[in-house]
């Protein structure tokens, strides 16, 4: 390493200078914290990369603390990617009503936890466990910061200390590293594998749970698909076992859906509804996958049960705010009153067919055309995503760009960093696709003009 490319990194106090000479910053001490760090980021690119111009290196900083100012990541991008469920890209967008509850909530007070007859305090949950029983005919429900904090707490909740009997195939990882042993353990139960990879019976957990002591947990295999030679046990089926030993059955539902998914043509996906109807004991699900929500974790069961998990010391530490209510509560309107499909954008999508993909995808190529900018249209296949209908997808209709010279690697990374809203597209083999289906309608003008900004000549 060089040490006289390190020595003439420019003092903090030079950088603090420059900051607010360009007007970047409020006050001085704030410009020292912002010189201190841009001082770390350029030392540490010029001992990475021995070939970067100091002055290259120094401007390149100034203006990502520029960009920090000025723009943040949470802005709104369009999803092209024919993902539906797009975890790296923040699941589920909510209905129109739902960003306006939620966003009326952020902005006020809201009658969250007293009672407005009588003005005393009450429970934060009622109107939405009265919504999910009008929805499922669960007793009660308990919202939490995501499903992942829904299983951890119902088992730190009701199985401390127990044995907990899961079948061999469903002790899996569900991404990031959250192992369902792990979490296990981490809530102080005991992981009782049962049966067999490729296939479990219901007496193999009736042999694990005859002991007492125990309980029985179902998990959705949301991300992968066992095929071939295997069996695994009806939910009424463990219902009988749990019966028979007495003890609880709990399920991981994963994505958790209202509607029969079978309606778009896809497999069906089992529902919270049919959870409920086979006398699951507790059963959790994610609010931002299927159901179309913003991101929450949803616990419904037997009333004592939930009562049980919302009183342990863990659901404090979990529990959700304000807005993600409004946001949990609204989106359930719409499917009491029946118009999810038309509302819930997720349901929405999985709603439309080829053709009319296809026609919107026309109407955007002749756009582009008008605009100089050669696209195709081809088909193609979407994916829900998200850990749901595992190897289950639907037709998908997309925009091909062809750009002469510009490869389109290097097309899908401008439009990343299109502005004033960048798109996320998907490459297959050397080709940039703009898969129509995830992309509300309602941003059909927008991608028209990104598309345009990064191709025109
Ligand atoms: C997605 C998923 C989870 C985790 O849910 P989060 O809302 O992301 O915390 C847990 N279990 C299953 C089966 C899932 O599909």
């Given amino acids: 390493m060089n040490q006289d490319r390190l020595r003439a990194i420019p003092s903090v106090t030079t950088l603090s200078d420059l900051l607010q000479a360009k007007g970047i910053t409020a006050s001085v001490e704030q410009a020292t914290l912002i010189a201190r760090s841009i001082q770390e980021s350029i030392r540490a ?221 896809m497999d069906h996906e089992p529902t919270i509804q049919e959870s409920v109807e086979a006398g699951v004991d507790v059963v959790t699900f994610s609010g931002d996958k299927l159901l179309g929500g913003p991101q929450a974790g949803i616990i419904l069961g037997k009333k004592e049960l939930v009562d049980r998990i919302a009183a342990a010391p863990l659901a404090r530490a979990v529990r959700a705010d304000k807005t993600t209510l409004a946001g949990i509560a609204t989106t359930l309107r719409h499917y009491l009153r029946g118009d999810a499909e038309t509302s819930v954008p997720i349901i929405r999508m999985m709603s439309w067919g080829r053709q009319e993909l296809h026609r919107r995808a026309e109407h955007i190529a002749t756009q582009l055309e008008i605009l100089g900018c050669t696209s195709g249209i081809v088909e193609t296949t979407n994916y829900v995503g998200g850990g749901s209908l595992p190897g289950q997808s639907l037709p998908g209709i997309a925009l091909e760009l062809q750009h002469g010279t510009v490869r389109a690697d290097d097309l899908a990374k401008r439009l990343r960093l299109a502005q004033p809203t960048a798109v996320y597209g998907r490459i297959e083999r050397d080709r940039l696709l703009i898969e129509m289906r995830t992309v509300l309608p309602k941003d059909d003008d927008v991608l028209v003009r990104a598309i345009a900004g990064v191709m025109s000549p």
């Fill in 45 to 265: 690119n010029l001992i990475r990369d021995s070939a970067i111009p100091i002055n290259v290196e120094i401007d390149r900083q100034i203006a990502a603390i520029e960009s920090l100012f000025e723009r943040s990541r949470f802005t709104q991008v369009v999803n092209a990617t024919g993902i539906l469920v797009h975890t790296n890209l923040g699941r589920a967008p909510v209905s129109e009503e739902t960003a306006r509850a939620m966003q009326e909530a952020a902005l006020g007070a809201v009658a969250l936890e007293i009672e407005p007859e009588s003005g005393r305090r009450g429970g934060r949950m009622r109107e939405i466990s009265r919504l999910f029983r009008l929805l499922t005919g669960a007793q009660a429900a308990l919202v939490v910061n995501n499903n992942a904090a829904a299983i951890l707490l119902t088992l730190s909740a009701l199985a401390a200390g127990k044995r907990v009997a899961i079948s061999r195939a469903e002790a899996v990882e569900i991404g990031g590293g959250f192992r369902i042993p792990d979490v296990l353990e981490q809530s102080g139960a005991t992981l009782v594998e049962v049966g067999t990879t490729n296939r479990t019976y219901a007496s193999d957990y009736a042999k694990a749970v005859s002991a007492g002591n125990a309980l029985v947990l179902k998990v959705h295999s949301s991300n992968f698909a066992i095929s071939g030679f295997v069996a695994d046990p009806t939910l009424h089926e463990l219902r009988d076992v749990a019966n028979e030993s007495g003890v609880l059955l709990i399920e991981d539902l994963g994505s958790g859906t209202l509607i029969d998914t079978a309606r778009s043509g």
